[in-house]
Structures are given as C-alpha cells and as structure tokens.
C-alpha cells in the first residue's frame, strides 16, 4: 500500500476526471451504458482508497499494520485481493477479476451493499476489451479518492455532474436520470422535510431528489443524518447508481429497492400494505403506455381507489400509488406532472374523485423547458393528508409560468423565483395574475377541471413583461418611424453621391 | 393612455360556437394546387406568410391534404409555445397538424378579426396550459374549441381589426425597408472594399504583445461568481449581453490569461460557424473566450478595430475564411490560416471616411429594427387590452 500525501481535489479536477472515464468508453459502447461502468469503477476506487485512508489512520494509533486492518477500524470490508490494487496487477481476463473484486466486496458487506455494483457486462470482451479495462483502471489510478481529498458531498456531486452529462449525451429525456435540480430544491421548501422523518421517492432514478432533501435540511443547520430515505427504480443499473450516489453523500440510513413500483411496491408494512411515509417526492415517468393495466386493475394494495387509468398513461397509476402511500397524519407529497393530468378527459372521473378526497393542497404550474431535451411546462402537484383548518376544503393554483430563467437552453428556477413560489404557497391567498384559493364546491362548478388558467387569469408571456402602456407604444413607435423616414432618405443620398463620385 | 373600451355590450363566447374548423381534403399532386405550407414556413408571432414549399418540387410529407384558401387562419397545433399563427395571401395545402379556421359566421364573427383572437397572449397561455405530450406537445381541437373570450360587436370589430391590420402593414413595411437597406449596404461595402489594394495579412495589423490566440479548451462548470466566457452562441444574436454569459473560474481564466479580453479586440468565430465576428465593448474588458473564437488585437496604427471589424464581417472575407475552414467533425479554421488571410490596406483617412459613411447603413437599419419593435409592443399592448387575461 502506499501512502499518498493527501491533495484536495477541486471539482473542476473531478470532472475531467470522470469525463476522462467516458472519453476511453466512447465508441465502444452506447452513451447512454456509459454510466453502467463508470459508476461502479468509481465507487470501488473510493472503497479502496477511503480502506488505505482508514488504515494509515488506525496505524498512527496502534502502531501496527494488523491491528489497522481489523473490522472495526473500517467502514466497508475489503477481502483479499479486491483491493484496487490487486486489480492493477491483472493483465488478462481483467473483466472476470473485475467482477470477482466487486462480488466479493457486496458478499463481505452483505448489511450494506449487496447488488451495488449493478450488473454490467465486465467480462464481455467484445464489449470491452483487457486493453480498454487496463487503461480505465490507470486512468482512475491517477487520483486517490479518499475522503481527505475529496469530502462526500463533493465525490457526490461529481457523480451529478457525470450524471447530467450523460443526460446530455446520450439524448435521453433525462428526467430518466436527472431532474431539473432548481425544481427539485424548491419542491423541497415546500414540503419542509424534518430531521428524524421518512422520505419516499417512488420513482427515484439516480436519488437525486432524496439526496437533494438531505441537503435542504443540512443547508437549514438541522440533524440531517437521522433522515430516513427510500426509494424505488425499475432500471437495475440506475438503481445500483442511486445506492452509490446515497453513500457518497454520506448518507447512510437509505434503502433502494429495485423493481416496478406499479406492480411490485417494495415498501410494505406489516399489514401487506403500502408503506406510509411523512414526505414523498416524484417526477414520475411521463405517461408511459408500457405498464401492467391488467395487475393493477386488481391491485392488492387497493391503489385504483379513484379509477383504473387508460392504457396510454400510468400518471394516474402513480398518482394514486403516491397518495396511498401517505402518512395519514403528517404525510405530503411534491409530485412533477405533465399538465394533462389536470384536464384530460378520460381522466376525468379519477380527477373528481382526488378533488373530492381533500389531498390537493396547491396545483403549480410552472415555465416552459424545465427539462431536458422537451419544452413541455410541467405542474407541481401538493398533496397533504392534514391540511391546516384554514385550508381544508380548498385549493391553491399558482401560475408561475414567466418564473423561469433561460441560459444555453437550459431552463432554471432562480432564487428570486423559488421565494416567490414559495410566498405565494405560503401565504395561500389570492394574488393579481399569480395565485387563486378555489374552494372545492367551484372547482366543482369548473367540471372538477384543475387547469391553470381555468383559476388565475390574464398570465402574460414573459417575452410580453409589464403591461405595456399603449399611448407609449403608440409614442415610441411614432419616433421610431419618424426616425427610420430620415435615416432611409440619408442612405439614399449616400448611394446617390456614390453613385457620382 | 388606453382605447377606454366600453365592453358592456361584448359577449363571452367560446371558440367551438363561432369558427369552423375547415376540413377540405385534397390530394397533393392531383389537386392542381402549387404551394404547401409546413411549421417550418409559418412564422412565429406575426401573421404574415413569407416562405412556402413548391408541390412537386419540394418535399412534402404523407399527412399534407388540407386545404386552405386565401384569408383562412392557419394555427399551428403542434409546440404551442411556438405561438404559430398566420393567415396566408394565397391557396395551398397544409399537414394534418395546422388547424384551418374560418368563421362560422361573418355576422357574428369577422374573419378578418379571428387572427387576432388566437394571437392574444391569453389565448396563448391557454394553448399552452392545455397542450398534451411531453417531447412534441400538442393541442388537440376539442381543447381548442373550448377557449372562452370576449367577442365585441361587430362593429367595434371592423374598427380593432382596422387598428390591428394596419399595424401589421406597417410592420411589414418596415421589415422590407430593413432588408433593402441590407442590400444597399452590401453594394457599397463590395464596392468600397474594391478601390483598395488587398496587399495585407491579417498577421501584419496584430499587435506584437497580444498575439493571435484562441480561448479556453476546457472552461469546466458553469460558476456563480467567475470570469465571464463569451462562447460563438453568444455572437450569434449580433452582440453578446454581458449578464448572460457562462462563467468560469478564477484559477481557469488564469491558465488562459492569453486569450483575455478588452476593448478594441476582435473576436471571430473559428469552429462550427465560422466567420461570425464581434468588437469587444469595454464593458467586456477582462473576459475569456472560448476554445472555438479566435481574439485578434489589431495595432490602431496600422488599423483600426472598427474598420478591421468592418473588413471581416464583409462578404468577400467572410467567403475566404468559410472556403479555407476544413471539415472534420466540425468545420474548423486553423489560427495559421486565419493569420494569412488577406486584408486591404488603408490610410487613416480612408478608414475614418469609410466607417462614417457605413454608420449612415447601420443607423438606418436600426431605426427599421427599432420601428418593427415598436410596432410589435404595441401590438401586444392592444391585444392585452382587448382580451384581458381570464376572470
């Protein structure tokens, strides 16, 4: 082993370095796999190095190389011969050493990592041959990823950043992987996560927003470490990612199940059925046609209180496995929609039946192209199963289509945008072209349509800003032409002095 | 100011109950019919039709067999923020996806009128909000026919449309006299650039202490408070706007200290769009580029930025530097080749003369910019005021 001299890492070396990972993969196999090999050769070189760092520490104390490896001074174990190491000496057959280091890692932690390092295809040599393994293996040799250099947090956000880039790459709608985090952090204000509470993400993909909660509770100075985070992802490999993403922000009283939510939750209570939790966060897959309608018609759990949904959109599949999965006295959920969901027709009847039930605290609608690769404008829908007396029997629409910003086409939720949400959430009252409280009894009266604009009315574009004052328009268009009459007779008298010249 | 609208008398309507959507099936190349129009022809946010695909000639896809006639209204269905609204001069055929709409009555309804209903900003924000799909949204024509306004009687409609047509007349006119001045300035620019003699590389009128250079090769994440980078998009608008500008840090921008910024350099595209071209403004002094511009710091004594700025922006210069670019992923232009491009050679005076004469071009094609701006505020002031937002 040996014993580098710690140096920081800044995040701008992180990022070269993981993207330096996906140049060597280019070509060989499909950007959007990419993820698959990095993730896992990443994590295993930090279990390695944060092992050594946890040696060399314990060896200052007892002053013996034995007694510094011993359980107790370590996190994670590593067997013999899954160290990193020992993956450098390979020369042939590195994709079955490879796999064997990672088996033999989860069979030693069998408490924690079990399935983390995914199922790649490490011994596909047409895939990936020795030589491309060799020299991922250097490339990740060139830094030593121990926590001195490289605390959690900043280890985690280059995974988001790896992320976000292969949302990038591979053309991925990337809500898949990635969602708008501007989105994410002010769908967490508002549900205000408490130290000591459980969190549920049901369609998790790489935990971005559960990680995004621990944030928002550590940012506010409170006990962020005694959260309790779920999740669920059907993808395998985006939920091994998701596991690894949760540790190397530290957060460790987490559990990622992989499998359909719809057909299979894996949260249940004792009873059989859907576990409750205090906050839910989602960005449910946006109207998928390929789930299993006929399961769900029948479903165990009783999650089509409301309706069976059609065939071409499991929205309201998700809808309802979210609201059955709320604590019933503290429990709220943010959950990112496609709007339709607020008007389409044949989803009528399971609409009228949430507004009838009282959950829907506030429908959000935002700005245009807050997601990858698709301009749609999404909403936020609030549920809550203890509204405060004030609010019971009413709902909230907040039209915040111009609260966006635009930079390199991508669409964000500046500060002053997320306050201004979240006053009007707040404040839960009427606001001039913002904000409308609508008891049930009118929305009822509108066909139990949840529409925007059904509510709040007159939202301008914001490429239209202020109301524009028509006597000064009509002044500042008169200048204007006045002006453009003399300049055109000023380049015709140009042209024709040219002319003579 | 505003029209004092009395709307005691109009009436709330909705769009189902006084337009039709026109349903005239023809077949492309039998039906005679010479021009298509697809999303791509009709323009964004003005109702005037300036491009068409020829039937026959161009491409044209399976789903295009509605027809539509002089005066209908055509509303593009698909990405309604794209707010598509246009009424044609001539008859043709449309896809499948743009709705053709006429009134169901012109005693109700003016056709000429109907244009302006679906460019309300109201109606917008209502397309929007109603649209469904994610990667492609669309508004389907139940939805549609149940947008809800206000119809003024008729004749308070001939007089907004009146208003409103003239606007769109003089708006047209505007665009002309723009593009026409374009075209004069581009004679004379060939013209004028033609009396010199083109004995100069541009490697003879950069200073020594700032040589050629191009800008950062990797400038990293996007940083709240860095060095700001100006990239080819940001050039692509005309001139950058500072607080747009992506960021990098402090220790990158060091790295690259070569290739900062200040006033009186310029700057010109060198990968991917080659060519385009900006002066720096001062309050640019201190920025970065990126790896795909190239900054050229002309010595004032030899030439000026101005003039330089002129020379590369000229059609001939910009021919030369897109001819020598090669193409290998992406169309590049070597620092070298770009230092051996041709330059004319002026005196001060000839310099000075020339870049007054080119203002009297660049202000007049402001002011029809500035002029079409203006009547493109007023327009949408008039539309607020006429529909409102939503109760």
Redesign the interface.
């Known amino acids: 082993m040996t014993a580098t001299s710690p140096k920081r890492i ?3 070396e992180l ?2 370095y993981l993207w330096g990972a996906a140049v060597l993969l280019r070509g060989l196999i499909d950007a959007g796999d990419y993820k698959q090999y990095i993730f896992p050769l990443v994590f295993l070189k930090r279990l390695s190095d944060v092992y050594d760092e946890e040696h060399a520490a314990a060896l200052e104390v007892y002053g013996d190389e034995e007694l510094a490896d011993l359980p107790e001074n370590h996190r994670f174990a590593i067997p013999d011969g899954a160290h990193w190491s020992d993956l450098r000496k390979a020369t042939s057959n590195v994709g079955t050493t490879l796999k064997a280091a990672m088996r033999a890692i989860e069979s030693a932690n069998p408490d924690t990592l079990p399935g983390v390092f995914g199922d790649g295809e490490w011994t596909n040599k047409d895939l990936l041959p020795d030589a491309t393994l060799s020299d991922l293996i250097e490339h990740f040799s060139t830094k030593t990823l121990s926590v001195a250099n490289l605390p959690e947090d900043e280890l985690g956000q280059g995974y988001e ?1 790896l992320i976000k880039k292969f949302a990038d790459d591979s053309g991925h ?1 990337a809500q898949e992987f990635y969602t708008n985090r501007t989105l994410v952090h002010l769908m967490t204000l508002m549900l205000e996560p408490q130290p000591g509470e459980s969190v549920y993400d049901p369609t998790c993909g790489t935990g971005g927003m559960l990680i995004s909660t621990a944030a928002e509770v550590k940012r506010q100075g409170k006990e962020w470490r005694n959260l309790r985070l779920y999740g669920q992802e059907l993808n395998y490999g985006t939920s091994a990612i998701a596991r690894m993403n949760l540790f190397l922000h530290g957060v460790t009283d987490s559990r990622i199940a992989h499998g359909d939510t719809l057909s299979k939750p894996a949260f249940l209570n004792a009873q059989g059925g859907p576990q409750t939790f205090d906050v839910v966060l989602a960005n449910p897959p ?2 998928i046609k390929a789930w299993n309608r006929e399961v769900f018609a029948k479903d165990p759990y009783g999650r089509n209180m409301w309706g069976l949904p059609p065939q071409g959109r499991a929205d309201y599949a998700f809808f309802q496995h979210i609201a059955k999965s709320l604590d019933p006295v503290t429990g709220r959920s943010a959950i990112l929609f ?3 969901v607020l ?3 044949d989803e009528a009847a399971m609409r009228e039946r949430l507004v009838k039930s009282d959950l829907v605290e506030c429908v959000l ?1 935002l700005g ?1 192209g807050l ?1 990858y ?5 999404a909403v936020v829908v609030i549920l809550r199963t203890q509204k405060p007396v004030e609010r019971q029997g009413k709902v909230l629409f907040i039209n915040a ?1 111009n609260e966006v910003s635009r ?2 086409g991508q669409a964000f939720l500046r500060e002053t945008h997320q306050q201004k949400i979240l006053d009007a959430y707040r404040g839960f009252t009427d606001l001039k ?1 913002f904000a409308t409280v609508a008891t049930l009894d009118e929305v009822a009266a509108k066909g139990f349509s949840l ?4 509510y ?6 914001s490429s ?1 800003g202020e ?8 002044a ?2 008169r ?3 006045q ?2 009459d ?3 007779v ?2 015709l008298s ?2 024709r002095r ?1 002319a003579s010249a | ?3 004092n609208l009395d709307k005691t008398a109009w009436k709330r309507v909705t769009l189902r109950d006084v337009v039709r959507h026109v349903t005239d099936r023809v077949d492309a190349e039998t039906s005679g019919l010479e021009r298509f129009l697809a999303g791509e022809h009709i323009p964004s946010g003005n109702l005037s039709i300036s491009a068409w695909g020829v039937i026959g000639r161009d491409p044209i896809g399976p789903m295009f067999y509605k027809r539509f006639r002089p005066g209908h209204v055509l509303y593009v269905s698909r ?1 309604t ?1 794209l707010r598509k609204v246009a009424v044609p001069e001539f008859e043709g055929i449309t896809g499948e996806k743009t709705f053709v709409l006429e009134t169901l009555d012109e005693k109700v309804l003016l056709q000429e009128f109907l244009p302006f209903v679906l460019s309300a ?2 109606f ?3 397309a ?8 492609n ?1 669309y508004l389907n024509w ?2 549609l026919a149940a947008y809800e306004f206000d119809l003024p009687p008729l004749d308070e409609q001939q007089s907004l449309a009146n208003l409103l047509w003239a606007i769109e007349r ?1 708006r047209l006119a ?1 665009v002309k ?1 723009d593009s026409a ?1 374009a075209a ?1 300035q581009a004679v ?1 620019t060939r ?1 004028a650039l033609e009396k010199c003699d083109w004995d100069l590389r541009l490697q003879d009128v950069v200073r020594a202490d700032r040589p050629l250079c191009y800008g950062v090769v ?1 400038p ?3 940083v709240e408070e860095g060095v700001g980078l100006v990239r080819v ?1 940001d050039l692509e608008s005309g001139s950058p706007t500072l607080s ?1 500008l ?1 960021s990098i ?1 402090v ?2 921008d060091r790295q690259y200290r070569r290739s900062r910024i200040a006033a009186g350099d310029v700057l010109v595209s060198i990968v991917g769009t080659i060519g385009r071209t900006w002066l720096v403004t001062a309050d640019f002094e201190g920025c970065n580029i990126a790896r795909a511009l190239a900054r050229v710091s002309p010595d004032p004594e030899i030439m000026s930025a101005e003039f330089l700025s002129w020379v590369l922006a000229s059609e001939r210069v910009s021919v030369a530097l897109e001819t020598a670019a090669f193409e290998s992923a992406r169309k590049t232009l070597n620092l070298s080749v770009l230092a051996g491009i041709s330059l004319p050679s002026a005196s001060a005076d000839f310099q000075a003369s020339t870049l007054e ?1 080119r203002a ?2 660049t ?2 094609r ?3 910019r ?2 079409i ?3 493109l ?2 327009r ?3 539309l ?2 006429i529909f ?4």
Not at chain 1, 373 to 377: K, L, W
Not at chain 2, 388 to 391: F, S, Y
């Open positions: 800044t995040q701008l990022e070269s950043y709608t946006y109207s496609p709007h339709g008007f389409r027709r609608g245009e997601f690769n698709s301009p749609m404008p289509l930079e390199q072209q529409a925007i604009p059904t709040v009315g007159g939202v301008m574009d239209e109301q524009i004052d028509i006597g000064e328009a009509l500042s268009w200048t204007a032409a002006n453009s003399v300049a055109v000023d380049v140009l042209m040219e | 100011m505003s029209l990405r923020y900003e109201r917008h924000a209502y929007i909000a109603h649209s469904r799909g994610s990667v949204p139940g939805e003089h505007a006299s001045e004069a004379w013209e990797q990293g994440v996007n998009m747009q992506k840090t220790e990158v004469r009297t071009f202000a007049a402001e002011h029809a500035n002029e701006e203006a009547l505020s007023l949408a002031g008039l607020a005021e409102g937002g939503a109760e």
